[in-house]
């Protein structure tokens, strides 16, 4: 298993919900740490949804672990249920490939390629179960004919910057277990 990576540091790869828009004037200060503040929510919620109970680890020593894994799992259940209904209300774009870390992202639009030196949002909705997307200003360093387009990040900041780090290393450590896996069974 090869680790994903771009701009030389480890990326998180996936088929998502991405939308690019192209934005009139640089984001001001104030709309930046809008965004940073609203981004570390959205990455703290994503990590707080992605770990599990570890159902192998029960013991005496947490006689209630049984119990909160099955209420864990109706919760999850409930908030897939609630995030399907929230993009019913605002349907998000089909999904399609991309590749990101703190640094930039690599992804293909669909709806026309933008201009090199375009500065814009990108919006990845990281689970379906999340209403609010990791928005990301970027500017495009270049496009391929394909309409796969490359754009290197305004730095997020670091809490931000740490927590894309981590889901990407969490992603990667996820996929080498199911290798690992694959090649048991």
């Given at each position: 298993m090869d680790t994903v990576v771009l701009f030389d540091e480890m990326?998180?790869?996936?088929?998502?919900s991405v939308r690019w828009s192209p934005l009139s004037s640089a984001p001001s200060f104030s709309e930046c740490s809008h965004f940073s503040q609203r981004n570390l929510k959205v990455l703290q919620v994503c990590a707080a949804a992605e770990s599990q109970v570890a159902v192998d680890a029960l013991d005496e020593?947490?006689?209630y672990a049984s119990d909160l894994h099955r209420v864990e799992v109706?919760?999850?259940m409930a908030l897939e249920v609630l995030g399907q209904l929230v993009a019913a209300q605002d349907p998000r774009p089909a999904p399609l490939a991309v590749r990101f870390n703190a640094l930039g992202g690599v992804?293909?639009?669909p709806e026309?390629?933008?201009a090199t030196g375009t500065q814009g949002l990108l919006r990845i909705y990281l689970q379906e179960c999340l209403a609010q997307p990791l928005t990301l200003i970027a500017t495009v360093l270049g496009c391929a004919e394909d309409g796969r387009v490359r754009a290197q990040f305004t730095p997020p900041g670091e809490p931000v910057a740490e927590l894309i780090?981590?889901?990407a290393?969490?992603?990667h450590r996820r996929q080498v277990a199911g290798m690992r896996q694959h090649h048991r069974d």
């Open positions: 990326a998180y790869e996936d088929v998502l020593k947490n006689p109706k919760l999850n992804w293909h639009n026309g390629v933008p780090g981590k889901l290393f969490r992603r």
